[in-house]
């Protein structure tokens, strides 16, 4: 699944409206609804030193500094930093795969990536001109084929013969990275920057 937009995002939720239930100095509660229903509700309550965002979308419990409205304020725009705010998390949501999910497509460019490499390292050994070069090609597109699955992606890098590869070994590996955010995640920083946003605006059309 493709990770939300700005656009996207903000379709999602046009017909929301903000409902304050606490707005005592750090202790907040607001919802985000449309109308009530339940679709894409949201949640977004803090405390001294915390956020927690809860709904429909999941859950995420982020701590840094006192105000975390302050922390994760974007201004006119609906600016987000994923990587540096998932740094903060303290709980991540069991609905919606957390924060990160395995990604088959880098595992399979992982395996890819690696392969070249080592075709370039050894493009004057005799294995190049070799039929052996057939089989082995074979043999590194079954393992790209299997990282639709972690598990059984895991299992046979682990266990992969480098001397059954004929010399093709993995070693160093799991140095790339084979995560991505996931869709929820990267929609609840959205709706965290998004509300801080509605909350400033009303009260500043409360101010005035």
């Not at 050994?125 to 895991?154: N, Y």
């Amino acid at each position: 699944m493709n990770h939300p937009t700005e656009q996207t995002f903000l379709s999602s939720v046009e017909n929301h409206s903000m409902e304050v239930h606490q707005d005592s100095g750090l202790f907040r509660h607001l919802t985000f609804s449309n109308n009530g229903s339940f679709n894409q509700m949201f949640h977004i309550t803090t405390w001294p030193g915390h956020l927690c965002i809860s709904g429909d979308m999941g859950c995420y419990v982020f701590s840094r500094i006192d105000d975390m409205f302050q922390f994760f304020r974007s201004g006119d725009e609906l600016a987000i930093n994923p990587g540096y705010w998932a740094e903060k998390v303290q709980a991540e949501s069991v609905f919606g795969g957390g924060v990160k999910e395995w990604d088959e497509l880098a595992a399979a460019d992982a395996v890819q990536h690696h392969f070249d490499e080592w075709l370039e390292a050894n493009a004057d050994e005799p294995i190049a001109e070799s039929e052996a070069m057939d089989e082995l090609h074979d043999m590194v597109d079954r393992l790209k084929s299997l990282a639709a699955e972690e598990t059984e992606f895991i299992a046979a890098v682990n266990n992969w013969d480098s001397e059954y590869a004929y010399g093709f070994g993995l070693v160093d590996f799991w140095e790339h990275r084979m995560e991505k955010y996931t869709y929820h995640y990267i929609w609840c920083c959205y709706a965290i920057a998004w509300a801080i946003q509605q909350y400033d605006r009303s009260k500043e059309a409360a101010a005035a």
